[in-house]
């Protein structure tokens, strides 16, 4: 059988394992894992190590028993300790025994119990107190907790455990990542989730660890199975990490979720959430809303009488959580009138000489003939006589003849869209049609676990976890549907082995699998929208035999069309990985590796047409020019573009895309040196290897999307292609080659490979740990973490069906000045199905290209801090946090031109007086690691786990993320640059860099009733005044930034971007800013045409957000353990909106400066009802 795996991952122990074997005793394993430990030393009253005492740790809910010896030092050390309460037993002879009372072991934490015994009979035993709440005084990682209480009982809107990921210092939930709407993530409607930047880290760069299993969505890099709230024991978010983690450069969200005890015990629920508790939104009339979430949980034992008693060795578990959603939509659009058709009744013949526009507003992005304040209409120009700058004609009042006008498009028109109606609260002018089918979703998600107790030195566990969501929603338009499937499971067994009381070792294999299947369709025969507006199979033919009609986009009044982007293995992980825990005299040495081998494969079938006002606007040069200062291509109407079949923007999407195996192969070696039995030193190096999944599979060859495609490197102007097809003359059809001569500038890989990856992944790790008293440490560390995950998948399908291939090609600006004319019906021409240009530096050739050499981000990570028990259940830490982060990502545009006045790009570029560094071929979109980003932040948190009735989280960041020009991947995260050349030139804040961040969780039980502090022994007060819980989560934070920027290619260098900002000419910033004017919109101005825009990037900022969740819980007893409670929940208590972004655009007077929207992740208050039975 052939091995699959990689060179380097088949080389990696080789090179290893040599290394290792020279500090290490002779035993062997594969990889490393996340888990808890517990430690310390065992002395006499004098002071003296007591060697050889037997500690046994025993787990409270399972009775399962580990035991282990002291070494001549006294030390003794329990790795890999699943969470969970504990108690620990010391025992040796002519001393007697102690007896450790129980205490708490949270996700990734050292616990150290050190213990004195007393000379005496070790039948004699003497019970000690756990000090409560562990300060972490072995380690210098930063982590916040998380316990079983506070993940069940805060209230979270839509049960996502996310939310609960801001109440850790340095996360701030601001996203803006392509995963910030949850797209490709198993996300309840209507909920509330976070993926937050973590310590100023981009918000792709965590990674989500469920039970040590890798959780990750690798497209994305969101989690791939949320675990149902009710079965998560308690998580962790770490960060700044000893040598064991590593692939990221944010934080690793460890969940651990709940096993089964030697008792029975279980949950069964439901929430209910629906319009009538809800208040009415800001900017928007309140929908029908209805939200079922129910479920149960079970665990325990198995145990089948008579046969099998799996008390104290075998335990199971089980959840499930079901999700019915339904919401009224209020989908606005306008569409055509009667007299903009030429028509004088809807639907009857064109009986009118003339297509009225004389009142149309709406779609006018600027008008270079009016003042800056006029809301007339702009002067329409006839494109169909004269497509020039100086000679097109102005259609007189705005009329424009019926001969002008296509009918195929009138007859679309007429195919989807009904007779406009009067939309109540919106004149005809802003919305003349409305769609009103609701969206619906179900999901169920589900989970088994089992562990097994194998002797006194082998435990095992193996868990299954799965959901399907599905989701049907309506488009923009009538008659369009999007039904998407979303399938994930992640399963995965571990199996721990002690060797001694020295050694242990842990090996772990984990499977996570996303798929992705979203379809959007008419329900108007495909057939008959395709012939009405006579659209050539060229452009409807997709592979897989599908047949779609192409989206259409009118600027300012509709969009919508058919794709079709289905992924079976959207995300698809295989993981192996294992460590093993050697203690040698006061050092504790961990070491071991893995592989997570990542697949990916997807259909992208998808076609578009833009109409803007490009084609029917003003453009310098023109006679009616009055205003040179606002002139703009998107002066004209979009609708008007439309109806004369002058399309301003295509895009073409046709491929299977597939790529090789790839993947992550790690090793790592840490060594934890007690120096004193107060002071610890941490001292590791970890290897990451990101193995970048090569695009393409021979089993595509010859179709679209297939392995025989290319790649720019715009470092060496070269064009690369991957694998060579054979002659079109041969094949007859794409992928093929169109000469025998390759053009100029075109090289073929010998290796059939384009991406290089990076080699030199080293991070070292540093960690101090001073116990300075029992009640306080002194922490420290520095490490260098790289970022292997963020877009591991993505990165390499960007180029997918570029030339010698035509899967996918776009055309921008057509139909503008001095361009041939482009149909929308085949913009490629005929051919474009079957043949390739001549060379690949063509127009039509746009895409996402990648820097063959483009090397994983890194991050110079460090740590300073202090923490400090106060009281036996309270714990405040307080740490200076900082790092300096190397590669980052670069995207947008590249190889544009210098920026000067006259000339269009265009005409440039034909002249060869562009400036281009690559004259021979268009500006493209190109990713490359050459970004630079920092961060310093102080952060505190405060920490009172739940104990007699009151538990509480709070955390205090103040910080500051700067980065050089985007804060995210591909251009389109995060702002994007003006100018690629001239990063310092967009050197700001970071996109989600929020300066303050308070968050306060807390759970608090009322002090009356039965069991508690004030019982007064009346049973009807008690049951009057008993069994009531209050909580709340409570977030107050500063605005995000935002960047004003200014429409179109002002600079007029060829870039197709939208990132070119505005000019400053005053102070923005209002005394007393509101939605209607957030700033002071006179104080920006266009930049004058050939020139960048002189505002700084992120200069502004959005209102600041507080916001109140809280919940009250009553619960009543029902027979022994068995209880009910009903909550009431409300997201918002007090109703207080947070205002959204801005219009942001200087171009887009009618919304430049005014906010029409709530921030990302806010809502106007909501109600929500639950019961729960617990048992």
């Known amino acids: 059988m052939q091995n699959t795996l990689p060179r380097c991952v ?55 028993e580990r035991s282990t010896l002291t070494n001549d030092g006294g030390n003794y050390a329990f790795p890999s300790v699943a969470p969970g309460r504990y108690t620990v037993r010391v025992s040796a002879p002519s001393f007697q025994t102690e007896q450790i009372n129980a205490f708490d072991v949270g996700v990734d934490q050292v616990i150290a119990l050190n213990s004195t015994l007393r000379a005496g009979d070790v039948k004699v035993a003497v019970e000690v107190e756990a000090e409560g709440v562990q300060i972490e005084s072995a380690t210098s990682q930063l982590g916040t907790v998380m316990e079983q209480k506070k993940v069940q009982d805060l209230p979270l809107n839509g049960r996502n455990f996310t939310q609960l990921l801001t109440l850790t210092p340095g996360a701030t939930p601001v996203s803006v990542g392509q995963n910030s709407s949850g797209g490709n993530t198993a996300v ?16 792709r760069s965590n990674l989500y660890l469920v039970d040590g299993m890798n959780d990750n969505n690798a497209w994305y890099n969101t989690y791939a199975v949320a675990p149902v709230v009710d079965s998560i024991q308690e998580f962790k978010v770490n960060s700044h990490n ?54 149960g949980v079970f665990g325990g034992p198995l145990s089948i009488p008579k046969i099998y008693d799996g008390h104290n060795k075998t335990f199971i578990f089980f959840s499930y959580e079901g999700t019915r959603y339904s919401k009224g939509n209020g989908i606005y659009f306008l569409q055509p009138t009667a007299a903009q058709l030429g028509e004088s009744t809807w639907g009857g013949p064109q009986d009118l000489s003339v297509a009225d526009f004389s009142t149309a507003t709406t779609g006018v992005t600027g008008c270079s003939d009016k003042t800056a304040t006029s809301t007339s209409a702009c002067q329409l120009y006839d494109p169909t006589v004269a497509n020039t700058a100086s000679n097109r004609p102005a259609f007189v009042g705005n009329q424009i003849p019926v001969s002008r006008i296509d009918p195929r498009s009138v007859a679309l028109v007429h195919k989807i ?34 562990d097994q107790h194998v002797r006194d030195k082998d435990f095992i566990f193996f868990r299954y976890s799965g959901i399907r969501m599905n989701t049907v929603q309506p488009g923009n338009v009538p008659h369009l549907l999007t039904t998407t499937d979303l399938p994930a499971e992640q399963y995965g067994a571990s199996w721990m082995h002690i060797f001694s009381t020295s050694t242990s070792m842990q090996v772990q294999y984990g499977r996570t699998h996303v798929g992705y299947n979203p379809d959007t369709r008419f329900d108007i025969p495909n057939a008959d929208l395709l012939s009405t507006y006579g659209v050539d199979s060229s452009f409807s033919n997709f592979v897989g035999g599908v047949s779609l009609f192409p989206s259409i986009s009118i600027t300012g009044y509709y969009n919508g069309g058919e794709n079709s982007t289905p992924s079976k293995n959207l995300s698809s992980i295989h993981e192996y990985k294992g460590q093993v825990i050697h203690t040698v005299g006061r050092h504790q040495i961990t070491w071991g590796g893995g592989w997570d081998q990542a697949n990916f494969e997807q259909y992208q079938r998808s076609g578009s047409i833009t109409f803007n006002g490009a084609s029917t606007g003003n453009f310098a040069g023109n006679p009616g020019s009055t205003v040179p200062s606002r002139q703009s291509t998107q002066s004209g109407n979009g609708l008007a573009s439309y109806l004369l079949n002058f399309p301003s923007n295509f895009n073409f999407r046709n491929v299977l895309i597939t790529e090789r195996p790839g993947g992550i192969a790690s090793a790592f070696i840490q060594d934890s040196f007690k120096m004193t039995p107060t002071v610890t030193i941490n001292v590791g190096v970890r ?15 010859g179709q679209q999307g297939s392995i025989e495609t290319g790649d720019f490197d715009f470092a060496t102007g070269k064009y690369i292609i991957q694998v060579a097809p054979p002659l079109c003359s041969d094949r007859g059809h794409a992928p093929c080659l169109p000469s025998a001569t390759l053009p100029a500038n ?41 970022d292997n995950w963020s877009t591991v998948i993505q990165l390499p399908q960007n180029y997918q069906g570029s030339w010698p291939d035509v899967g996918t090609r776009a055309l921008d600006n057509t139909n503008t000045p001095g361009n041939t004319y482009t149909p929308s019906q085949n913009p490629f021409g005929s051919s474009s199905g079957s043949q390739p240009a001549a060379t690949p530096f063509d127009a039509t050739n746009v895409n996402y290209f990648v820097d063959p050499n483009i090397k994983n981000p890194y991050s110079e990570q460090w740590n300073i801090g202090f923490e400090q028990q106060l009281t036996n259940n309270t714990v405040l830490s307080v740490n200076y946090v900082g790092s300096q ?29 562009a400036g281009q560094p690559f004259p021979y071929t268009v500006p493209n979109r190109w990713d490359s690691s050459n970004g630079n980003a920092s961060y310093n932040g102080l952060q505190a948190s405060l920490l009172r786990q739940f104990r007699n009735g009151l538990g509480y989280t709070v955390a205090y960041t103040w910080s500051k993320a700067i980065d050089s020009g985007q804060s995210g991947w591909f251009g389109v995260e995060g702002n994007g640059l003006q100018n690629r050349y001239d990063l310092r030139g967009s050197r700001s804040v970071a996109a989600y860099d929020i300066p303050h961040m308070l968050s306060v969780g807390m759970n608090g039980e009322l002090p009356f009733g039965k069991g508690r502090r004030f019982y007064t022994g009346n049973s009807f007060a008690d049951f009057v005044l008993g069994g009531w819980q209050v909580n709340f989560i ?15 290619d002002i600079a007029n260098v060829g870039n197709g971007s939208t990132y070119e900002r505005a000019n400053v000419v005053g102070d923005p910033h209002l005394e007393h800013a509101s939605a209607a004017k957030w700033f002071d919109t006179a104080a920006f101005a266009i930049p004058a045409s050939g020139t960048y825009g002189n505002s700084s990037r992120n200069m502004l900022r959005t209102q600041r957000l507080w916001n109140l969740d809280a919940s009250v819980f009553r619960t009543f007893p029902i027979y022994h353990e068995m209880n009910l409670t009903f909550r009431a929940e409300s997201f918002n208590v007090a109703n207080h909106p947070t205002l959204g972004t801005p219009g942001t655009t200087i171009t887009s007077p009618a919304t430049f400066g005014v906010i029409n929207s709530v921030a990302a992740n806010t809502n106007q208050r909501l109600m929500q009802f639950a019961a729960k039975i617990n048992f």
């Open 687 to 701: 290897y990451d290897r990101t193995v970048i999944p090569q695009y393409g599979t021979d089993a595509t060859i």
């Open 10 to 64: 088949r080389t990696l122990p080789r090179i290893v394992l040599p290394l290792l074997t020279m500090v290490l005793p002779p035993v062997s394993v594969l990889a490393q894992l996340s888990s808890a430990a517990v430690n310390g030393t065992v002395k006499d009253n004098t002071g003296a190590a007591i060697p050889k005492a037997v500690v046994v740790l025993q787990n409270t809910a399972t009775s399962v």
């Open 746 to 786: 075109v090289v073929i890989s010998p290796n059939r490979k384009i991406m290089r990856g990076t080699k030199t992944n080293v991070g070292p790790r540093f960690g101090l740990a001073w116990a300075i008293n029992p009640k306080l440490a002194f922490r420290a560390g520095f490490g260098i973490n790289y």
């Open 1034 to 1048: 409570f977030t107050a934070r500063s605005g995000q930034p935002f960047t004003i920027n200014a429409a179109g």
């Open 885 to 913: 982060s190397h590669r980052t990502d670069i995207g947008g545009y590249t190889n544009i031109g210098q920026p000067g006045p006259g000339a269009s790009f265009a005409a440039r570029r034909a002249a060869g007086t």
């Open 188 to 203: 309840t409607a209507g909920s509330t989730f976070s993926f937050p930047s973590i310590n100023g880290q981009p918000n």
């Open 417 to 450: 869209f009904s007779a406009p109606v009067n939309v109540p609260g919106f004149a005809p002018t802003q919305y003349n049609g409305v769609i009103t089918t609701p969206t619906r979703q179900t999901s169920h998600n589900y989970s088994a676990r089992i």
């Open 242 to 295: 000893d040598a064991q983690y590593g692939q990221v450069t944010g934080g690793v969200v460890n969940v651990a979720t709940k096993s089964g005890t030697n008792a029975y015990h279980g949950a069964l629920w439901e929430y209910i959430r629906n319009n009538a508790f809800d208040a009415r939104p800001r900017f928007a009339a309140l929908s029908a809303y209805h939200l079922n979430q129910f479920g």
